[in-house]
């Protein structure tokens, strides 16, 4: 099956945010084993779309749809695709309810223009919104398929995710079984890791490997195609022990899970309390932590501790140790977290000290970071000299601190 | 003038990359007052690529190409266009000197294959590539244009604002002047702004007027042209009158700004300090406002206050307050704001309590959060109730408390 996405809103075509929709898509479609061989945009006015719709319809089986199913007039997605499949939007009581019950509940008043976003397709299978009022859409003629999908990322992404894969998963006439698997890896470059599996890559048929730098880490894909499930499942396995046996020291996890997530679930099964003292680092680590849901019960509280009166007077930061080593210093590391943990009453104390710029501290080049851990009744202090800007220092120290979290309780 | 961007790499159907070479030149377009109606992104394949510069003829006079101009097998873009507007490759000497150059002063061993990216079709214009070794390119026929340009943007972006943007710019027959002001909205859905000014809406002409939901706010992205700068600028004012007398209520900047930078900017005149207690938002008000360079030295600390014990005992929430109206409520609230400035010592103090979910808290539905403001030795505390999912119900709470701190320093 060949797919093409087309995203439909003036805003990209000024520029003014990127199509980051197409490429998730992409990456679901690739999953599904669907060929994606175009990618459109196209801005509010229905003549355009319509005919971006004909030449879609003339190289791909499934069209895709982002953005344009709003309450405003310049929304006109599903409108365009009703009068160009000569059909009719009905109105959906459930979505409708949905929309009235979302202005209920956040105390404000409904306008007229939002009863709109509760209209559809005349016999699509409507997709529900969880997280905002458009409803998707999955509409099929003989030989087409249509999905109609809201914009705003945040929408659109849990929607495909779940209600927009399966339906076209269930149309796909792809016989062989698509497996994938993604390794996740912290502490190595892109490009360090490609040259230590270097061999691995250059002879690889099926799986395949796709190596990609993400935020601050490294990924590989592995995707395996056989007629029989198992068999696929074998090939990722005998792949994965492969690249283990020379990179295996910077794995830390499979799929969608993020170091943040695999050290909450390792403290849950520990039964660990944390807490954290951050001084470059603002509040980001204990941002990240509690973003996860449940992971909020792991953490008592902490401190953002910018300056050295707050180091001391709040955290009891020794004012020799100020005096003499500096507020950049191993010492002040293991104090700031073995004091964060004593006065939240936590099992395990965490640290972050250095400088994230634009100025050096004490001396110290931008980039010097102190790490504490305090654990056990013992504190140690790890050292990095990180490069980059302010915000990748700053987001990297974050990181560093889960992933010797993560190693310490492993 | 009307343009198309077409993005030539298989990485980008794949879903490894986000297209933001279009979403650059689109911004660079618009500010030439050239017309981008679409965006194409096709494979490494030259059967499709044809096929797409066909369509793209047929809608636009300047095609501008990106990616595929490298010097492996699959970059095949000149080679596609050379062949379909019937005209050779010839060899550049001076893009050839300056890769055999780039060789020498890396030290690395130069491969005959990298000799095919001092190709160029032949009498075009030929762009230099200041940040890598493959040229781009300016070709025009009778009544076409087309620029191709490499795919890695710290190679493109270079080259075009240097190269790319005059050779349009002097064909450009649009002698206007086009001048744009971006103006932000906090605490008002894109519906009910665009319902407000309806009327202005449907009439606009020039300047036009641009609605956009962006992250938990709105824009609207004004744009006068004239022949006559000055002119264009008392468009603008004019028409930013019109809007503010009807929603100025909520507008809180002009372009590139964002709340917390605002807030931050607003404190420094004021010379205020400013401490945060956080319960629901873990740290995020705080990690997004030291996030600005030199916002630092606003915070002397805060505090994450997740438990009822971390609330009583570190930040002296009266237990009665906790027993008799609950964590989530207005007197925990302005508790939690006076005594974290008191702490650590501050001006200000700001907290955040209520619920993210997944659960209720104490009988309160998820989406109720209380925000306490202390300031000038009196505290009082906003109630929210917030839509959406844990993380927006953070966000939003964490972009509320920076606007009501804004609005409280007006």
Redesign the interface.
Known sequence: MNAEIIAVG???????????N?????????DLGVN????????D?AG?LE??IK?AEN?AELIIFTGGL????DDLTKETIAKHLQTNLVMDDTALASIEE?FK????PM?E??RKQALVLSGAKVLPND??MAPGMFYQTENKQYMLLPG?P?EMEPMFLKYGFSAIKSQSVEEAVISSRVLRFFGIGEAMLEAEIEDILDNQTNPTI?P?AGDHEVTLRLTAKHHNLDAALTLLEEKEKEIMAVVGDYFYGYDDTSLFKELSKRMQEKKLTLS?A?SL???????T???I?GA?GL?????????N??KAK?LNVKLETIKNEGVVSATCAKELAENVAK???SDIGVSFTGVA??DELEGNPVGTVYIGIYHDGEARAEKLNLGGS??SI?KRSSLYGAYFLLKSLA
């Not at 197409?22 to 690739?30: G, R």
């Not at 509940?105 to 404000?108: H, I, P, Q």
């Not at 680092?281 to 941002?287: D, L, P, R």
């Open positions: 003036s805003e990209l075509l000024l520029g003014q945010i990127n199509n980051t197409a490429k998730f898509l992409s990456q679901q479609l690739a994606v061989f175009y990618h459109t945009v196209v801005g006015n355009r005919s971006a030449i190289r709003g309450p405003t007039k979302y509940r956040t105390n404000r306008t223009n939002n997280y905002g705003p945040k796709a990609l954290a951050e680092t603002g509040g980001m680590f204990q941002e932590f509690t973003s849901p909020g953490i008592n509280g902490g401190v953002v501790c910018y300056t009166e707050v709040v006065l939240m009453e710029g634009p302010r915000t700053r």
